[in-house]
């Protein structure tokens, strides 16, 4: 049996957020549209360089971590395609790291 999915953050709950993209415009308290995904490579990029991250990372690094970390966390493939919407699980399985973490 996999592990339980963790709770939303407090953010989310206060968005409303039920689906969609995470990472959002904010206009005061209106949560708008998703990211483009150079808006999303330019807030992880600068912030990564500062902890010693190298590489062109942005909104596929976040996924294929994402999707690795809880896979190894024993989320089951299945549930991690209906978080990551995709249509097959092959799909989600291409964004899992065999390698070793960076902890």
Do not use: C, N
Not at 58 to 86: C, N, W, Y
Request: charged share 20%.
């Amino acid at each position: 049996m996999g592990a339980a999915v963790p709770e939303q953050p407090v953010w989310v709950e206060a968005a409303k957020l039920t689906e969609g993209a995470l990472f959002r415009r904010i206009w005061g308290a209106r949560v708008g549209p998703a990211l483009s995904d150079r808006a999303i490579a330019l807030v992880i990029q600068p912030r990564s360089a500062r902890t010693g991250l190298e590489g062109d990372l942005g909104r596929h690094s976040l996924r294929s971590g994402f999707i690795t970390e809880a896979a190894r966390q024993g989320l089951a493939l299945p549930v991690l395609k209906t978080m990551a919407d995709h249509r097959v699980v092959a799909s989600v399985a291409g964004y899992f790291q065999q390698g070793d973490s960076h902890r």
